[in-house]
């Protein structure tokens, strides 16, 4: 299912920065896609949640939507409203005050998520991501992700044998 290129073309105009910067895996390079400025968009942020809730499963085969912090939590708010579906919040450490909760939000053992994520560059943080949801008693269903890097997230998540899925890849930024 191709994306709207008017949509491709707002995420670019919105959030796609040009300059010298470095990754959160410590590599340069020349564009950086703010994820907060897209997220904080209306009508941006309802287009890729309309775009990220087409490409879920068939509703029956997950029962929660997870969000790595701080990035994605928009997405899975919004989409929980979409798809009638509940959200939790994995977080990147604990609390600090008393509490190592890893996971905000009301979950079971045994439940089903789909993990949603803003940037995919390496794939490190929906994997670690992953890891405490597993960890948890929550299996992975699918990784939807807004923007792929093209940096070897999709193939890294693959090899931990999920199905995921990027909406825009950096080509399609770079070609608008």
């Known amino acids: 299912m191709s994306l709207d290129k008017a949509l491709i073309q707002r995420v670019k105009d919105v959030a796609f920065l040009t300059g010298e910067f470095t990754t959160r895996a410590g590599k340069k390079t020349d564009y950086y896609i703010d994820k907060y ?4 968009k209306p009508d941006v942020l309802d287009a890729l949640t309309s775009a990220l809730a087409d490409r879920f499963p068939d509703p029956s085969s997950y029962d929660l ?9 928009p997405l899975a708010s919004v989409l929980s409203i979409k798809l009638n579906k509940p959200f939790i919040i994995v977080r990147k450490s604990g609390k600090g005050y008393g509490t190592d909760k890893l996971i905000e939000g009301g979950f079971e053992s045994k439940q089903r998520a789909v993990l949603v994520e803003d940037v995919l560059t390496t794939g490190g ?4 991501a992953a890891d405490i949801l597993i960890d948890n008693d929550i299996s992975i269903v699918k990784v939807l992700g807004i923007i792929n890097r093209q940096e070897g997230a999709i193939e890294n998540i693959k090899a931990k044998g999920f199905e995921v ?3 825009i890849t950096a080509a399609d930024l770079k070609a608008c």
């Not at 400025?37 to 904080?40: D, G, H, K, P, V």
């Not at 943080?125 to 670690?128: E, F, Y």
């Open 37 to 40: 400025l897209l997220e904080t």
């Open 65 to 73: 939507i997870a969000a790595p912090e701080l990035g994605a939590v």
């Open 125 to 128: 943080a929906a994997m670690r």
């Open 165 to 167: 899925e990027g909406l």
